[in-house]
C-alpha cells in the first residue's frame, strides 16, 4: 500500500516540467501534501510545476533538500493517470518530464481562481413592469435560480445589458461574484434521442452493454459513412453519463468539431466541453480543471485530451480510429488510439472505435479476438453506396496540361443539368506541386529542405509543404536568370478549380481546402453553405472526405487515384483503399443515388480492383496475408530512428556507429536496417539520416531500444527520434 498523504516536512519526490532524467526530493509544504498533488517547487532560481510522484529517495544531502512552495489548487492526479503517463512514457521512450508537460498543457493551473460577475433571479418585484424586463425575469426563472453572465442574460432575453443592470439596481435580479472557470451545464442523456433502426438498436445495446459493464472492452464500430455511426456511439455516451462517468470523443481534424458539437447539443441538450487547438485559452483552463473535478461530462477534443485529468472516465470514442492524424508526429510520438486503449484497461472504460475503413490493425485485432465488432450494414433512410466505376486514362485523350476526362465531365456536364453537385477530388493543396524553368530545366526547392516548392496562386506565394517557408512567385529563374519562363507543372486543387471553371464556365465554383480558410469557423460556414447547395461542383482535397454532409453531392470524380500508391510505404495500399472508400462515400446521401468514378492509368492494379469490388473483407484479408508474411505491423514490430544534424557527416556516422553496435537489438531477435537517408533527405536544414528497426511481435522491443539507444552520446547538434510504430516514413 503507497502512503496517500506527506505530512509536513516528509521527504517527497516530485517530477516536475523540466528536462531531467529523476524525480527530485523536496519536503513536503505546511499542512503536508496528497500524493498526486500538482505543486510548485524551487528550482535553482526558478519556480516550476511538479507532481508529488511518491516518497523521496533521500540519497540527497538533507540539509540542502529544499521545501515544496505550496500545494495549488487543483485536484491531485489520480492513481490511473499517474500509470497512464508512466507507461506511455515506456511504450514511446519518452521522458516523464515531456508526458508531464503534456499533461498540463493548460495555462495558470497555479493561479488562485479568478472572478467575475454573474446574474440570477432576485427576490424583489419591479414596481413598474415592461416587455424587456419581463423577458428578463421569464428567461432566468425558466433556468430555476441558475446563474449566468450579462452578456448571456442579455442574449437569452434578446434586451439590451442595461435593461439587466436596471433590474438589479431594484432588487429584482441579484448580481454575484463568481469564480470564471464554471462547471459546464449537465447534459440529459435522454434528452433527443432518436428512433434507431433495427440494425442500430442492436448495435447501441452492444455498446450500452460493454458501457454499464463497468469493465474495460474495446469495440469496433464498422459501417459505412451515413450508416449512423454517430447516432449509435451517441448512445453509448448516453449510458455513460447515466452511470454517472466521463466520455471524450476523439475526432481527427478540428474543423469537425463544430458540426459534432451541434449534434451533441440536439441530443443531450447542452454543448460538451472542447479540448483542441482552437480553444482559448480561458478555456483550456476551465475545460482542464472541470475534467479534473468532475464537473465536465463529455468532452470532445483532439488527441492531446486524451492526457486530460478525467476523474471517472468510462468511455473514450475514437472517430475515424484509422485517420493518420492520431500518431502525434513530432514532440511525443504518440498514437492517440493506441493510447486510447491503454487509457481506457487502466480506468476499467470501454473504447469505441468507428470507422468506414478500420486500420488494419484494428481490423487484424477483431480477427484475433482481442476487440469486439459490432457493424451497420446500410445507409440511414433512403442513401445507398454509390456505385464505383474506373476510368482508364489511357485510352481517354486529353491534352498534357488538363486532368479531367472528356469522360468525367460529360458526367459532371449531365449533374450540372440536372441541379445535382459534383465533387472533383485531388488531394494536394496549392496549384502546382512543382515550378520549372523551362530554359533550363530547373525547379524551385525550398531553400532549408529537400523538396519542391508548391505554388499557392491564392496566396500568391510559393510554400514548402515540409517547413512552411514561403517566398513570392520569381519573375526570372533563379538559376539560369532568364525571364517569364517559370511554369507549373502537375495539379493541385487550385489548379483543379480552374480547369473546372473553363469546363463549366456557368457553374459556380468552389475549393475546398485546408489552407485556405483563415479560422475553423469560416471554413464551416464555406462547408455550410456548399451543403445547402451554395456550390456546383466542389473542387477538394483530403479534408472533403472526413464526415462531412452534402446531401445534394450525387458525383464524386477522382482526379488521380494512382497517387498514393506510389512510394515505398508500408501503408500505402492501405491508406488509398481507405481514402479512395471514405470520399466516394460523399455521394449519395439524400434521395438520389451516388456515383463514384477513379479516373486512373493502372487499372488492372489490384489495390484499385479491391476499391472498385468494394469486397473489403476480401482486401483486409490479402493485405494482412501480406503483412504476416513480411513479418511488418500488425504482425511484427517496427521502430523508426531518425538522427538530424545541420552536419551530414556527423549524421552518417552516428547512424553507421548505431548499425554496427547493435548488441542489444540482437539480443531480442531485433534486425536493423540503414542508415539511408531519409525520403526527404534535409528538412529546415537539418540532414535527416534514417534507421528501422524491425522485430517480432512479443519480444520487449522498447527496453531493447533504450539499451541500444543509451550508448550513444548526442554531441553538438545531433538528435535522436524514436519512433515506435512509425506511421509515416519521410
Ligand atoms: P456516420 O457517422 O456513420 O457517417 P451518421 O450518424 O452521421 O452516420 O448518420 C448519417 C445521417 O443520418 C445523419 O444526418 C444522422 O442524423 C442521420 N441518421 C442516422 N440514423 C438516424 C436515425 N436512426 N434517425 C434519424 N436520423 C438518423
Ligand atoms: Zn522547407
Known sequence: MTQEFFDEGALVGVLTTQPLDRVLDYKAPEGGCFLGAFVEVPLGPRKVLGVVWGPGRGDWDISKVRAVNRVLDVVPMAEEMRQFLSKTADYTLTPMSAMLRLATRAPGLGDAPSMRKVYRLGTAEPERMTDARRKVLEVLRDYGGLAFTLKEVAEMAGVTPSVVKGLVKLGAVSEEDSPRDLPYPRLDPEYGSKELTEDQQAGAQVLRDAVRSGRYGTTLLKGVTGSGKTEVYLEAVAECLRQGRQALVLLPEIALTSEFITRVEARFGHKPAEWHSGVTMTERRRCWKMVGQGE???????????????????????????????????????????????????????????????????????????????????????????????????????????????????????????????????????????????????????????????????????????????????????????????????????????????????????????????????????????????????????????????????????????????????????????????????????????????????????????????????????????????????????????????????????????????????????????????????????????????????????????????????????????????????
Open 296 to 730: 465536465a461530462q463529455l468532452i470532445v477534443g483532439a488527441r492531446s485530451a486524451l492526457f486530460l485529468p478525467f476523474r471517472d472516465l468510462g468511455l473514450i470514442v475514437v472517430d475515424e480510429e484509422h485517420d493518420t492524424s492520431y500518431k502525434q508526429e513530432d514532440g511525443v510520438l504518440y498514437n492517440a488510439r493506441d493510447m486510447a486503449v491503454l487509457r481506457a484497461s487502466l480506468n476499467s472504460a470501454q473504447v469505441v472505435l468507428a470507422s468506414a475503413t478500420p486500420s488494419l490493425e484494428s481490423w487484424a485485432n477483431v480477427e484475433a479476438g482481442k476487440y469486439r465488432r459490432v457493424t451497420l450494414t446500410s445507409r440511414y433512410g433512403a442513401a445507398v453506396l454509390p456505385e464505383m466505376t474506373a476510368i482508364d486514362m489511357r485510352s481517354e485523350d486529353l491534352p498534357g496540361s488538363r486532368w479531367v476526362s472528356p469522360s468525367l465531365q460529360a458526367k459532371v456536364q449531365a449533374r450540372l443539368e440536372r441541379g445535382e453537385q459534383s465533387l472533383l477530388f485531388l488531394n494536394r493543396r496549392g496549384y502546382a506541386p512543382v515550378t520549372i524553368c523551362r530554359a533550363c530545366g530547373h525547379q524551385i526547392g525550398c531553400d532549408d529542405c529537400d523538396s519542391t516548392m508548391v505554388e499557392h496562386r491564392f496566396l500568391k506565394r510559393l510554400m514548402c509543404h515540409q517547413c512552411g517557408e514561403t517566398k513570392p512567385m520569381p519573375t526570372v529563374c533563379p538559376s539560369c536568370e532568364v525571364e517569364d519562363k517559370l511554369a507549373p507543372v502537375g495539379p493541385g486543387v487550385e489548379r483543379m478549380a480552374e480547369e473546372a471553371q473553363a469546363l463549366f464556365p456557368q457553374a459556380k465554383i468552389a475549393v475546398l481546402s485546408s489552407d485556405l480558410y483563415g479560422s475553423a469557423r469560416a471554413l464551416k460556414e464555406h462547408i455550410e453553405a456548399i451543403a445547402r447547395g451554395d456550390a456546383d461542383v466542389i473542387v477538394g482535397t483530403q479534408l472533403v472526405a472526413k464526415g462531412h454532409n452534402f446531401p445534394k453531392l450525387t458525383l464524386v470524380g477522382v482526379i488521380d487515384a494512382d497517387l498514393g500508391l506510389q512510394g515505398s510505404d508500408l501503408r500505402a495500399a492501405e491508406r488509398t483503399f481507405q481514402l479512395m472508400r471514405q470520399v466516394a462515400g460523399r455521394a449519395g446521401r439524400a434521395e438520389a443515388a451516388g456515383e463514384a468514378v477513379l479516373q486512373t492509368f493502372q487499372p488492372e492494379h489490384p489495390v484499385i480492383r479491391a476499391i472498385l469490388g468494394g469486397d473489403e473483407e476480401a482486401f483486409w484479408a490479402a493485405e494482412a496475408g501480406e503483412r504476416r508474411a513480411a513479418g511488418v505491423p500488425p504482425y511484427g514490430r517496427m521502430a523508426g530512428i531518425v538522427l538530424s544534424s545541420p552536419n551530414v557527416q556527423e549524421v552518417f556516422d552516428l547512424g553507421t556507429a548505431m548499425a554496427r553496435q547493435d548488441g542489444p537489438l540482437r539480443q531480442i531477435g531485433a534486425q536493423v536496417f540503414g542508415p539511408a537517408p531519409a525520403p526527404i533527405a534535409r528538412i529546415r536544414g537539418r540532414h535527416r539520416v534514417r534507421l528501422l528497426v524491425k522485430a517480432e511481435k512479443g519480444v520487449p522491443l522498447q527496453q531493447a531500444l533504450a539499451a541500444w539507444a543509451k550508448q550513444f552520446k548526442l554531441r553538438g547538434d545531433l538528435r535522436m527520434a524514436i519512433d515506435i510504430d512509425p506511421q509515416s516514413f519521410y
